[in-house]
T-cell receptor, first 112, second 113 residues
Framework: GENVEQHPSTLSVQEGDSAVIKCTYS??????FPWYKQELGKGPQLIID?????GEKKDQRIAVTLNKTAKHFSLHITETQPEDSAVYFCAARIQGAQKLVFGQGTRLTINP | DAGVIQSPRHEVTEMGQEVTLRCKPI?????LFWYRQTMMRGLELLIY????????DSGMPEDRFSAKMPNASFSTLKIQPSEPRDSAVYFC???????????FGQGTRLTVV
């Protein structure tokens, strides 16, 4: 089955700097890659996603890149703000399947 | 819509007791997923339903776990008997179509003592 590895497990950056979180997946049949943000005491919330027919997607300060050949995708957050502090999860979904396989999560801390 | 609603938010129970977690998906969504989150194993899919029918329960850890979806607006996850290693946060999520965005509830934090 699909396996998703996520790095780093913790990340601390200064406010205003950029943060990058990386994930790799194992099944080349995966074609959907969402990123979720989980704040303390809440459920994961989708912040951006990308499908395998595109290489990059942006939404304001957030961008995701996908390299299908290498089977890895990354989340980029620019101009970080204190409210970006949270746990971020990447996930992958195999084409034709409905279930998401999640990475282990990255705890991002933005230092003022 | 109020989003996916789970109850209770917190549950503390003694080992051996039955525990029932509840979920109300977003109205109109036809997929419902139950996840378990622990520090050691992260987010694991336990089971999911399509149009109230269980499709894949391969993630259910043991026979002590069971899930039902009697109608489109309600699902339960039951653990009987509960054990300390079942302590985790259990999330319910729903989506419109299996390929759509999954919306998560706030979760139920279960502690078995």
């Amino acid at each position: 089955g699909e396996n998703v590895e996520q790095h780093p497990s913790t990340l601390s950056v200064q406010e205003g700097d950029s943060a990058v979180i990386k994930c790799t997946y194992s099944d080349s049949a995966s074609n959907y890659f969402p990123w979720y943000k989980q704040e303390l005491g809440k459920g994961p919330q989708l912040i951006i996603d990308i499908r395998s027919n595109v290489g990059e997607k942006k939404d304001q300060r957030i961008a995701v890149t996908l390299n299908k050949t290498a089977k890895h995708f990354s989340l980029h957050i620019t101009e970080t703000q204190p409210e970006d502090s949270a746990v971020y999860f990447c996930a992958a979904r195999i084409q034709g399947a409905q279930k998401l396989v999640f990475g282990q999560g990255t705890r991002l801390t933005i230092n003022p | 819509d109020a989003g996916v609603i789970q109850s209770p938010r917190h549950e503390v129970t003694e080992m051996g007791q039955e525990v029932t977690l509840r979920c109300k998906p977003i109205s109109g969504h036809d997929y419902l997923f139950w996840y378990r989150q622990t520090m050691m194993r992260g987010l694991e899919l336990l089971i999911y339903f399509n149009n109230n029918v269980p499709i894949d329960d391969s993630g259910m850890p043991e026979d002590r776990f069971s899930a039902k979806m009697p109608n489109a607006s309600f699902s339960t996850l039951k653990i009987q008997p509960s054990e300390p290693r079942d302590s985790a946060v259990y999330f319910c999520a729903s989506s419109l179509g299996g390929m759509g965005e999954a919306f998560f509830g706030q979760g139920t934090r279960l502690t078995v003592v």
